[in-house]
T-cell receptor, first 118, second 111 residues
Framework: DSGVTQTPKHLITATGQRVTLRCSPR?????VYWYQQSLDQGLQFLIQ???????AKGNILERFSAQQFPDLHSELNLSSLELGDSALYFC?????????????????FGEGSWLTVV | EDKVVQSPLSLVVHEGDTVTLNCSYE??????LLWYKQEKKAPTFLFML????IEKKSGRLSSILDKKELFSILNITATQTGDSAVYLC???????????FGPGTSLSVIP
C-alpha cells in the first residue's frame, strides 16, 4: 500500500458526461501528480500541483482540469467525455516536487481509477 | 522535445535467466532517472539514479546510469515468475518538475 488513495476505482459513464476523480496523497506529501495510461499511449503526464499551486503541465486537454485543495487532496475533472478518454488515471504524490528535491525524493502511485466511456 | 526510449518493448524469458532492460533519454535539464515496476495497476518505485557510474542494487535487481551516453540499464538476475511486469523508465527535470515516462518494457518470465 503506497498510501496514495484514489476514488473511485472504476467508473463507467456515457459520452458527453463529466466525472471527477479524487486523490488523497500520502500523509505529509505536498506534491500531487496526475497521469493517464491508455493501452496505446503508455503513461502520460497530465499535471502536477505543489502545496496547492499548479507546478507543471503536460499533455492535459482543455476539457480536463484539476486542482489541489488546502488539505492537499486533489481532484481531476474530466468533461465532455469522449470514447478516447477511456483509460486508467493515476494519481501520485511526493514530498517535494521532482527536480528540486534531494536524491531521496520518491514518487508514490495510487492504484488508479479505471474510466470507461461508452 | 523530451523523450525516453526503452528497449526491448517486450521480452519473454525462462526462469533463472538474466535480463537487461535498456533506457535511453533525450531530456533537457535532466535531473534523475527513475525505474518503476508495474504489475497490475500502480507502478512501484525501484531505483532513482542521479550520478553516472554508480550501481544501485536491490536483491536481484541492479541499475546504472551513464550520463555521458544518456542511457541506463536495469539488470535482473535469476529471474522468477514474480518478476513478470512492465518496467518503466522515467526522467525527472530540474526546471519543470515533470517526470517523463518511457513506453515500458513488458517482461514475461515463464517457468
Amino acid at each position: 500500500d503506497s498510501g496514495v488513495t484514489q476514488t473511485p476505482k472504476h467508473l463507467i459513464t456515457a459520452t458527453g458526461q463529466r466525472v471527477t476523480l479524487r486523490c488523497s496523497p500520502r500523509s505529509g506529501d505536498l506534491s500531487v501528480y496526475w497521469y493517464q495510461q491508455s493501452l496505446d499511449q503508455g503513461l502520460q503526464f497530465l499535471i502536477q500541483y505543489y502545496n496547492g499551486e499548479e507546478r507543471a503541465k503536460g499533455n492535459i486537454l482543455e476539457r480536463f482540469s484539476a486542482q489541489q485543495f488546502p488539505d492537499l487532496h486533489s481532484e481531476l475533472n474530466l468533461s465532455s467525455l469522449e470514447l478516447g478518454d477511456s483509460a486508467l488515471y493515476f494519481c501520485a504524490s511526493s514530498l517535494y516536487p521532482t527536480g528540486l528535491a534531494s536524491s531521496g525524493n520518491t514518487i508514490y502511485f495510487g492504484e488508479g481509477s479505471w474510466l470507461t466511456v461508452v | 522535445e523530451d523523450k525516453v526510449v526503452q528497449s526491448p518493448l517486450s521480452l519473454v524469458v525462462h526462469e533463472g535467466d538474466t535480463v537487461t532492460l535498456n533506457c535511453s533519454y533525450e531530456v533537457t535539464n535532466f535531473r534523475s532517472l527513475l525505474w518503476y515496476k508495474q504489475e497490475k495497476k500502480a507502478p512501484t518505485f525501484l531505483f532513482m539514479l542521479t550520478s553516472s557510474g554508480i550501481e544501485k542494487k536491490s536483491g536481484r535487481l541492479s541499475s546504472i546510469l551513464d550520463k555521458k551516453e544518456l542511457f541506463s540499464i536495469l539488470n535482473i538476475t535469476a529471474t522468477q515468475t514474480g518478476d513478470s511486469a512492465v518496467y518503466l523508465c522515467a526522467c525527472s527535470k530540474t526546471s519543470y518538475d515533470k517526470v517523463i515516462f518511457g513506453p515500458g518494457t513488458s517482461l514475461s518470465v515463464i517457468p
